[in-house]
């Protein structure tokens, strides 16, 4: 699903790390403190981190600065009320839209941004 000619390839940390907690979310019915304190506003983080670079990345895609594939991630994620989120994104590609959001690194959801908001949120 990556571009394959990027040097960045193969060393994205977050997108394992985005589809472990995307599906970790489906499980934690039974959790429903884990999933209040933690899961819900880290996924909440990773959507706002999408949905505000995605904008950035994209405000000048046919300027030097701009990006192209910023634009088209984020157009993806609109909902029929133009209104862009992760769930709008699931709805039309289903289990894919991790894996396409993957052309980014997500600095909020690397493995050692995850370890460091649960142990700040003094879980443990």
Same mark, same amino acid.
Request: glycine share 6%; net charge positive.
């Given at each position: 699903?990556?571009?394959?000619?990027?040097? +960045?390839?193969?060393?994205?940390?977050?997108?394992?790390?985005?589809?472990?907690?995307?599906?970790?979310? *489906? $499980? !934690?019915?039974?959790?429903?403190?884990?999933?209040?304190?933690?899961?819900?506003?880290?996924? *909440?983080?990773? @959507?706002?981190?999408?949905?505000?670079?995605?904008?950035?990345?994209?405000?000048?895609?046919?300027?030097? &600065?701009?990006?192209?594939?910023?634009? =088209?991630?984020?157009?993806?994620?609109?909902?029929? *009320?133009?209104?862009? &989120?992760?769930?709008?994104?699931? @709805?039309?590609?289903?289990?894919?839209?991790?894996?396409?959001?993957?052309?980014?690194?997500?600095?909020?959801? +690397?493995? $050692?941004? !995850? $370890? $460091?908001?649960?142990? =700040?949120? *003094?879980?443990?």
């Amino acid at each position: 699903m990556y571009d394959t000619t990027r040097a +960045t390839y193969g060393n994205n940390r977050s997108v394992d790390m985005c589809r472990f907690m995307r599906c970790l979310g *489906k $499980q !934690i019915q039974r959790a429903p403190v884990f999933k209040e304190k933690i899961w819900v506003p880290l996924m *909440k983080r990773y @959507e706002d981190e999408g949905r505000e670079t995605l904008l950035r990345k994209a405000a000048g895609y046919n300027d030097v &600065s701009g990006d192209l594939a910023a634009l =088209q991630l984020y157009k993806m994620g609109l909902n029929r *009320k133009r209104k862009y &989120s992760h769930a709008a994104g699931y @709805e039309k590609y289903n289990k894919e839209f991790d894996y396409y959001m993957g052309y980014y690194e997500w600095s909020s959801m +690397t493995p $050692q941004a !995850i $370890q $460091q908001f649960i142990f =700040q949120r *003094k879980f443990f």
